[in-house]
């Protein structure tokens, strides 16, 4: 009995230890990534983006974002484990070590005759003759009966004095850290016992396996639907206009778990009307288009407009049960796009190249969403190959204030940008703002990033590049602001969540619409680039058989360019046949407009020998220029991808006009590949 008491008193030891084993570790790690995460991020301080709330750090903004379903769970586990602790405080308080001295209230050494008197005492006090109670009886038995026998009787005092018991040596006993009615086995009770094991041992494991196994066949690791991105992979085409990647990006599956109420028809209604114009429905015939619109399925008919509210900014006339479904389409719009993205660039073509006029158009409606400009507004107007989109994402900008500004001979947004302060302020001023206002734009434009991107393509260790070889290729793309910061929160007060800037690295020849190269940048984790820059360039130097001396002074430069705000893009791609290929290196930024940054980049591709060497004064290095020259321009820029708003009219047209290859070659220079218009689905 007694070893069953000492079991179930260790079984809030046992709890206790199983849970701080998983959430002690647990808590430091979401500590540590708060602590990093609060370091990190800085956002735009202009009015509109403080008036929106987003960063508004009110005790109703902080309690709301802590109250996260994870976050309560660990401070419920937390206040569990306290409360464990202190019964376990409690508990062993309690338990008392086998002192005959203490027990008898004598200190060590006590004479016989000392220990007489208080053998005595402690009868008249405890005897059950004189106290009828029975824990005083139990007391007296068990204790102070035991204590006065080990330090009277010879053979009890030996045994106390070898073992610490007066009974002799003690048993080694193991036991099971349960509950004590789990442990009475011989009552009703015992098959709890089983059902606890089961269910430990079986149950919950085989439950979590379950769940786990569920959710990861139904979700990729960015948290998106397999059906999803079958979806995508499956409409995904290599003519696929800019206007026309919203088509494609409202069939997520998780759009389908939106629901579709009674009462949201006649709101969608309203939100029709409003959004009309941004629809690309044809006017001669629009009884038909809406007809046809409406006809769609209806979780689909609801994301298209609600992303169009967002676009044209009339998010504040929906109606109060919207609202829940339209920040939940924004709540997933960001990991959408990406994944969508991975589907324009992922290789297609026989030559593993993937579609570049798609992605172009994917990160331009990424752009759109973020800084809540229409779609149209990036059509070609005046001298402007973006439109009047990149004047719309600044604070207290309209069409009207656009148009004063065109009349004095500011068309495009970079010429409003490389203006001075004074010049630009007089500028705005002078086209009906405040100075209060133009403060506000002052900020937004120091916050907005400028690029410049410096790409080598080689083949490692030997001169020159042939057709067949593995080529490397090495980009540094560096980042400036005009306030200092590299990593920042981009202005987008219409977006009622945190996001992140992205940038995504692209070669391509667009002649052809191919993607040689992608991948994808982030200016915000600088430790996380500084391990990657260090790790790329080390394996890079091992390669060339470097020394130890050369490697660290490499690794060393590539660490300070990447804390000056610069980020290593490495890979590597298959060399086509031989000819010149005027290829074009792209950034463009999924949440400012007007920001993307072009570099022309020209690839000389040899004919391999016949004996495969590669010495020779004939082989040529590739030919990288570092910018595209001004009167370069009409020539190397055949492929305006900022004005592609064409229909599929002009799709089929261009099309037509590419050539045709066999056995999956690619043409040599002067015609363009095939690659872009094979279609795998």
């Excluded at 009787?153 to 349960?178: C, R, T, V, W």
């Excluded at 088509?247 to 309203?270: C, G, H, N, S, Y």
């Amino acid at each position: 009995m007694a070893a069953s008491e000492e079991n179930s008193a260790l079984f809030p030891i046992f709890i206790l230890t199983i849970m701080a084993l998983p959430l002690v570790p647990y808590t430091i790690m979401k500590l540590c990534h708060a602590a990093t995460k609060k370091s990190k991020i800085t956002h735009c301080q202009c009015s509109e983006c403080l008036r929106s709330g987003k960063y508004r750090r009110s005790i109703f903004k902080r309690i709301s974002t802590f109250s996260t379903c994870s976050n309560l769970t660990l401070v419920l586990l937390w206040i569990v484990m306290i409360f464990l602790v202190y019964y376990i405080k409690n508990m062993s308080g309690e338990i008392q070590v086998f002192e005959p001295f203490s027990i008898l209230g004598l200190e060590s050494g006590a004479s016989d005759s000392e220990i007489k008197k208080a053998y005595r005492r402690l009868s008249i006090q405890y005897h059950p003759d004189k106290n009828p109670d029975p824990e005083a009886h139990n007391y007296f038995v068990e204790y102070i009966s035991k204590a006065y026998q080990a330090l009277t009787d010879p053979i009890s005092k030996e045994n106390f004095e070898k073992y610490g018991h007066p009974d002799g040596k003690q048993g080694f006993q193991m036991g099971i850290a349960l509950p004590q009615f789990l442990l009475d086995i011989d009552g009703a009770s015992g098959g709890i016992l089983l059902l606890w094991i089961v269910g430990v041992c079986i149950l919950l494991p085989l439950v979590i396996a379950v769940i786990y196994l569920s959710r990861s066949s139904k979700y990729t690791g960015n948290y998106v639907m397999h059906h999803t991105l079958s979806n995508y992979y499956r409409l995904m085409k290599p003519s696929l206009a800019p206007s026309k990647v919203m088509e494609v990006f409202i069939k997520a599956a998780e759009f389908m778990e939106i629901p579709v109420r009674r009462t949201d028809e006649e709101p969608l209604q309203k939100l029709f009307l409003l959004v009309r114009s941004e629809l690309n429905l044809d006017l001669k015939n629009i009884k038909q288009e809406q007809a046809k619109f409406w006809k769609q399925h209806p979780p689909f008919v609801k994301t298209e407009l609600l992303i169009q509210a967002q676009l044209t900014r009339e998010s504040d006339s929906l109606s109060p049960a919207l609202v829940g479904d339209f920040r939940r389409v924004l709540e997933l719009t960001p990991r959408l796009l990406e994944e969508l993205m991975k589907m324009a660039v992922i290789p297609r073509t026989a030559q593993g190249h993937g579609w570049l006029r798609p992605a172009i158009g994917v990160v331009e409606l990424s752009q759109c969403i973020i800084q809540a400009v229409p779609l149209s507004a990036k059509k070609t107007t005046g001298g402007s190959s973006e439109g009047i989109a990149p004047f719309l994402q600044l604070p207290h900008i309209s069409e009207s204030v656009i148009k004063r500004i065109a009349r004095k001979k500011v068309r495009t947004f970079q010429e409003l940008r490389d203006m001075s302060l004074e010049d630009r302020a007089e500028l705005l001023q002078a086209a009906g703002l405040s100075s209060t206002e133009v403060q506000d734009i002052e900020r937004v434009l120091e916050m907005m990033p400028s690029l410049s991107i410096d790409i080598t393509c080689e083949t490692e260790g030997e001169e020159g590049i042939q057709e067949g070889d593995v080529v490397t290729i090495q980009a540094w793309v560096t980042l400036k602001r005009d306030n200092g910061l590299v990593g920042a929160l981009p202005h987008a007060p219409r977006y009622p969540f945190h996001k992140e800037e992205s940038f995504w690295f692209l070669l391509a020849d667009p002649n052809s619409n191919d993607v040689w190269f992608s991948q994808k940048l982030s200016f915000m984790d600088e430790a996380a680039a500084v391990s990657a820059a260090s790790k790329a360039i080390e394996e890079t130097m091992e390669g060339l058989g470097a020394d130890a001396k050369e490697k660290s002074k490499s690794v060393r430069e590539a660490v300070e360019k990447v804390r000056s705000g610069s980020r290593l893009v490495m890979g590597k791609f298959l060399a086509p046949v031989e000819g010149n290929y005027n290829l074009m290196c792209y950034c463009l930024c999924d949440s400012w407009i007007g920001c993307d940054k072009k570099v022309n980049s020209k690839v000389k591709v040899l004919k391999r020998t016949r004996a495969g060497t590669r010495g020779g004064a004939a082989l040529e290095e590739s030919i990288v220029e570092d910018g595209i020259e001004e009167e370069e321009e009409s020539d190397e820029e055949e492929y305006d991808y900022e004005s592609e708003y064409s229909e599929d009219e002009a799709d089929e047209q261009d099309s037509k006009k590419k050539g045709k290859t066999a056995n999956g070659t690619v043409p040599k220079k002067g015609s363009s590949s095939e690659g872009s218009g094979t279609d795998e689905d």
